[in-house]
């Protein structure tokens, strides 16, 4: 089955520490994206990339990194600099810029 | 940057009624999508439309790209049909990042 994978589903995590949430596509998608969105918003762009070893800020970077080794995987770690991290966090491909972007199920993270 | 407005905010049908929702949008757009958000959290894509109309099934959708506004219609509407749907734009200035209106809630009552 072609799609987007997002790991794990609900996120637990004590203040202070870093935790990566996974996502992986099977599309042959060149470009990837993170997005968080927080109760009754729209999304939010954290970093994109549009091939592989290239990624670029979004609208709200700060708090967070994201690497880009494999076309498939664009995995994103939300640091301890990340003031308010509790959000739903969703990730995103596409066949290129302007092309339809593809959504994962998300992670819902909680600090506790 | 480009800004993108959604209305209604929330809507409450009985189940059967149709429904439009619109996006404003002010700028000039190379992509514009329309996204179900189910209660789980999915985005669903519904309608990739920079211009024109397109349908498929019950759900139709038309932006009028010179006059900066896209329609979504819902006909005959379910229950399933809740949730929350999103507008979202990629600006013709250059920006590769697709810009999310805030949503409107749909609540389709049996």
């Known amino acids: 089955d072609g799609g987007i994978t997002q790991s794990p589903k609900y996120l637990f995590r004590k203040e202070g520490q870093n935790v990566t949430l996974s996502c992986e596509q099977n599309l042959n998608h060149d470009a990837m994206y993170w997005y968080r969105q927080d109760p009754g918003q729209g999304l939010r762009l954290i970093y994109y990339s549009q091939i592989v070893n290239d990624f670029q800020k979004g609208d709200i970077a700060e708090g967070y990194s994201v690497s880009r080794e494999k076309k498939e995987s664009f995995p994103l770690t939300v640091t301890s600099a990340q003031k308010n991290p509790t959000a739903f966090y969703l990730c995103a491909s596409s066949g290129g810029q302007g092309d339809t972007q593809y959504f994962g199920p998300g992670t819902r993270l909680t600090v506790l | 940057g480009i800004q993108v407005e959604q209305s209604p905010p929330d809507l409450i049908l009985q189940e059967g009624a149709n429904s439009t929702l619109r996006c404003n949008f002010s700028?000039?757009?190379?992509?514009l999508q329309w996204f179900h958000q189910n209660p789980w959290g999915q985005l669903i894509n519904l309608f990739y439309?920079?211009?024109g109309t397109k349908q498929n099934g019950r759900l139709s959708a038309t932006t009028v790209a010179t006059e900066r506004y896209s329609l979504l219609y819902i006909s005959s509407s379910q229950t399933t049909d809740s949730g929350v749907y999103f507008c979202?734009?990629?600006?013709?200035?250059?920006?590769?990042?697709?810009?999310f209106g805030k949503g409107t809630k749909l609540t389709v009552n049996p």
């Open positions: 979202a734009v990629l600006s013709q200035g250059g920006s590769e990042k697709l810009v």
């Open positions: 700028d000039s757009v190379n992509n």
């Open positions: 439309i920079p211009s």
